[in-house]
């Protein structure tokens, strides 16, 4: 089980369920006993109602027993304040916390086993009179020697049997 | 061609012709050995294959 209570999905939203904050307002099963069904296993069936429905119905719980919130993280950027029991407002600890993108990404130098040279991150990449700003790039650099696209790998390195020793 | 961009990256990879891969800056190297070298101030990576001390570069190259 998931540690903030259950959750429940449709294609389009998650519904949250946290048993200990329910004080049995009821609003939920009388409104829409399709989804809502106490006597049922599980108790919410998400295919019982529309989303729009489903929302309408949550966003009538008076406590933080059950919240929903949009699958594409995107659109939960932008929630109106009717939208009473959206996470956002209720139990902001369930949206994913997004890094700002203005951050410079650390760049990882990975050397691979009898392979190449793996290179991810913000970086400046300079070959053969190219000067390329990278961000958030990955390249992979031969390190045999032997590939038909130097400097980058093409796997040769594993038809001349290359080896780290 | 050069591509324009002014923004800059602390880390700059330059592949030099005949010789190894020069790395500078801020970057976590993970070595085949040692697990996780933190921001070396430059390393020198072997291209050829050559080099008796994989990653890095020993001069092979030359010979």
């Known amino acids: ?165 | 061609m050069d591509t324009n961009d002014d923004r800059t990256s602390s880390a700059i990879v330059v592949v030099i012709d005949g010789g190894p891969l020069k790395i500078t800056g801020e970057i976590i190297l993970k070595d085949l050995k040692k697990d996780i070298t933190d921001n070396p101030a430059e390393v020198l990576l072997c291209r050829c294959g050559r080099s008796c001390n994989k990653p890095y570069c020993d001069g092979s190259h030359k010979n």
Request: a neutral charge; aromatic letters at 10%; charged letters at 30%.
């Open chain 1, 1 to 165: 089980m998931f540690s903030g209570g259950r959750k429940y999905r449709n294609n389009e939203i998650t519904v949250y369920w946290k048993p200990d904050a329910c004080v049995h307002a009821s609003y939920c099963y009388r409104e829409l006993i399709e989804v809502f069904d106490p006597g049922r296993r599980p108790w919410v069936d998400m295919n019982g109602a529309s989303t729009d429905r489903i929302i309408e119905v949550v966003n009538m719980c008076p406590t933080e027993a059950l919240t929903w919130k949009w699958n594409d993280e995107d659109k939960n950027k932008d929630i109106s304040v009717d939208q009473t029991n959206h996470v956002v407002f209720r139990r902001p600890e369930l949206l994913e916390i997004k890094e700002p993108d203005n951050q410079e990404n650390p760049v990882s130098v990975k050397i691979m086993k009898d392979g190449p040279i793996v290179i991810k991150g913000d970086f400046t990449f300079q070959y053969s009179g190219n000067k390329k700003a990278m961000k958030d790039g990955i390249i992979s650099l031969c390190r045999c020697g032997a590939s038909n696209h130097l400097p980058f790998c093409d796997g040769t390195h594993r038809k001349i049997g290359f080896e780290d020793k």
